[in-house]
């Protein structure tokens, strides 16, 4: 059985992934909004992660099963992963510098956005390049131990709840520009010198991470261990296409309750800082200060988030073990509504106070509240994280295939119903008057859906 300090180090390549995307899913859809562009295709921004997502994880995932090299299976993908990832952040941080080197002038910088939409797709390229093919590992050296698997799973759980603590409370503090004065230019405001100066600390942040993941194991003994029964020269979309025909009918029902809960996930990973500096502190992007104010205030409730996440992560193989893993996992999507919904209760209660108008600070109650249910997030959060992909891994086992490509199998649930709501959310919103609540709406229903059908239809395994 291999050492639970090895699975924690192969893990904690999920702190420097989740750095960045904590500073990005916090700061990057406000940006895009500084950049010029409206709200109602802000969404339409983020349709390329999920696009390179449908094909890139499964692509690795299928070429990792099948790769034999001398630094094993997963870690040459895990390597190339975390050097793109490097180039993709240092893309975007320097996007706004770059159109205007190319030209742009004025509130509207489309040379700045055509650029950070190309950062962004190779950062989405690379992170399924990275993550795929570590939670791989971890089910290589976990084979055929069920428990030991979860615990695998919840350590990358935990990993990723670090590094969005640490990503978060970065995108939540207004000074990193003081130490990387050089970031300051003609075309890089304070807001945007800070995002560029916390994009530094986190290309930093993920060579440190790959380091000790990559020394953790040499595996091959995982790859002696876990042979691939498929054929080498099979063609991958063929491949992929012939796999789901012979799921059965329990992976198909994960698969199903994975797509509604990121239903769920999707517009709140989108717009929960927007929805802070919008709805709650009633500001504009580029109008005045209450926005910016708003946006940081949500960095701050999504780190709580992150705090919750990974205490949950600590006792999710005792709560897996007393409930069984599908009652957990409807449990949360139960509590991911009810949170939904306080988030449309909060907006009408603070709406109805200030009298719909703009640039007025919101009640510390009404903040607290807010913060609150950024925090209870983090619960459900935490079993998104993990459960899947355990049931999935110990699954996908019997049918003879390889990791890789069963984790390339669940990403297509992850996927597609990222690719709907960065289609729909920004038009439904703007269809129901602006702001984020039909988003919202629309989430709290996918989740009872996705809840409901895990109880009654997901054994309860322990």
Not at 3 to 32: D, M
Not at 67 to 79: A, D, E, H, Q
Request: proline letters at 4%; glycine letters at 10%.
């Amino acid at each position: 059985r291999v050492k639970l300090r090895t699975l924690l180090r192969v893990s904690s390549v999920a702190c420097g992934i989740q750095f960045g995307w904590a500073l990005q899913l916090s700061l990057l859809t406000p940006y895009v909004q500084e950049l010029g562009i409206p709200h109602a295709w802000a969404s339409i921004i983020w349709l390329c992660g999920p696009i390179s997502g449908l094909l890139v994880q499964p692509l690795v995932g299928h070429f990792s099963d099948r790769c034999n090299s001398i630094f094993g299976r997963r870690r040459p993908f895990i390597l190339a992963g975390a050097i793109s990832i490097i180039i993709a952040v240092l893309i975007i941080s320097y996007s706004a510098d770059l159109g205007w080197l190319l030209g742009d002038r004025g509130g509207k910088r489309m040379r700045a956005v055509v650029i950070y939409v190309f950062g962004f797709w190779i950062l989405d390229v690379a992170n399924n390049m990275t993550q795929g093919p570590c939670r791989a590992l971890l089910a290589d050296l976990t084979v055929n131990d069920h428990r030991r698997t979860r615990v695998a799973n919840a350590y990358f759980s935990l990993f990723m709840a670090v590094g969005n603590v640490l990503g978060y409370a970065t995108g939540s503090y207004s000074g990193w520009y003081k130490l990387f004065p050089f970031t300051l230019s003609p075309a890089c405001s304070l807001n945007c010198a800070n995002l560029k100066s916390a994009l530094i600390l986190d290309v930093v942040f993920i060579i440190v991470t790959t380091c000790i993941s990559l020394s953790a194991t040499d595996e091959r003994a995982a790859i002696e261990a876990t042979p691939v029964n498929s054929d080498e020269h099979e063609a991958f979309i063929w491949e992929l296409f012939g796999t789901l025909k012979h799921l059965p009918r329990s992976v198909w029902i994960i698969l199903l309750v994975t797509c509604l809960t990121w239903i769920g996930w999707f517009p709140f990973t989108l717009f929960d800082t927007d929805w802070m500096g919008r709805e709650i502190y009633g500001g504009e992007p580029n109008d005045g200060k209450n926005y910016s104010a708003g946006v940081r205030m949500g960095a701050l409730g999504l780190m709580l988030n992150s705090v919750v996440l990974g205490i949950t992560s600590l006792f999710m193989e005792n709560l897996c073990r007393i409930w069984g893993t599908g009652f957990a996992w409807g449990i949360s999507n139960i509590l991911m509504t009810l949170c939904f919904g306080g988030m449309l209760i909060i907006t009408y209660i603070n709406n109805s106070m200030i009298g719909g108008e703009k640039q007025k600070v919101p009640s510390d109650g009404i903040v607290v509240a807010a913060l609150t249910i950024f925090a209870v997030l983090g619960v459900p959060l935490a079993i998104t994280y993990s459960v899947p992909y355990a049931l999935v891994a110990t699954r996908i086992e019997a049918l003879g295939l390889g990791q890789g490509l069963s984790m390339g199998v669940l990403n297509l649930a992850i996927v597609v119903p990222q690719m709907i709501v960065s289609l729909g959310s920004g038009p439904l919103d703007q269809l129901f008057g602006g702001g984020n609540s039909a988003a919202f709406a629309a989430a709290g229903l996918a989740t009872f859906l996705g809840g409901i059908i895990a109880i009654l239809a997901i054994p309860r395994t322990r």
